[in-house]
Each structure stands twice: as structure tokens, then as C-alpha cells.
Nanobody, 125 residues
Framework: VQLQASGGGLVQAGGSLRLSCAAS????????MGWFRQAPGKEREFVAG????????VYADSVKGRFTISRDNAKNTVYLQMNSLKPEDTAVYYC???????????????????WGQGTQVTVSS
């Protein structure tokens, strides 16, 4: 599945952004979706995940209560609503997909076989 992430930008601390990730696959609903991020000099880290149906979501502790992942299977798109942004949220954000039947650990990037190109999010203090 090909993924195209968008929606990044520059925002002040406390602001909001919504990232989108459009998938090319017509069987989009067969995939669990995740968002990861990578800050300069740091390893890629898990941010949020959503099951194929949207019925289950999981978040990294650092974004719980501030970020919301959702999906629209009719539009082949997954979203990441980011509120109360902090400078430490600055990173390149990547969307990723894995076949739901394959399963795996949400927090491990190795569980995901398809990746988007990334979108830059910069939060100024």
C-alpha cells in the first residue's frame, strides 16, 4: 500500500495541527494504521495506532490526552489530530500500515510494512 502524509507545518506551542495520510489501497480497511515520529538525532518512536475498523486505538504516554487518531475507511485516510502541541513534539511524522491479520506490537516500527514519506511538524516555544 502506498501512503501519502500531509498536514505538517509550523505552529506555536499550545496550538493544533491535523495530519492526514491517504492510502492508495482499495482494501485500506484491511490495514491497521500507525503514526510514528522522528526528531533530529533521535530514534523513530511510536505515536499512535488504530485498528482496521477504528474500534481500537493506542497512544504513546507522551501524547495521551493531546493527540487523537482516527480513520475514514470510505476515504482511505487516517488522521492524527494534535492539540496542545509542545516544542518536544517537533519531528518528522510518518504514517505506516500493516495488515491487520499479521498483527504485531504497536510500538515496534518493524511491525509495519508500508510507510509514507513523512511530514514535518515544528512547534515553536
Amino acid at each position: 500500500v502506498q501512503l501519502q502524509a500531509s498536514g505538517g507545518g509550523l505552529v506555536q506551542a499550545g496550538g493544533s495541527l491535523r495530519l492526514s495520510c491517504a492510502a492508495s489501497e482499495r482494501t485500506f480497511s484491511s490495514y491497521d494504521m500507525g503514526w510514528f515520529r522522528q526528531a533530529p538525532g533521535k530514534e523513530r518512536e511510536f505515536v499512535a495506532g488504530i485498528s482496521w475498523s477504528g474500534g481500537s486505538t493506542v497512544y504513546a504516554d507522551s501524547v495521551k490526552g493531546r493527540f487523537t487518531i482516527s480513520r475514514d475507511n470510505a476515504k482511505n485516510t487516517v488522521y492524527l489530530q494534535m492539540n496542545s502541541l509542545k516544542p518536544e513534539d517537533t519531528a518528522v511524522y510518518y504514517c505506516a500500515a500493516r495488515l491487520a491479520l499479521a498483527g504485531g506490537t504497536w510500538y515496534l516500527s518493524e511491525s509495519f510494512g508500508s510507510w509514507g514519506q513523512g511530514t514535518q511538524v515544528t512547534v515553536s516555544s
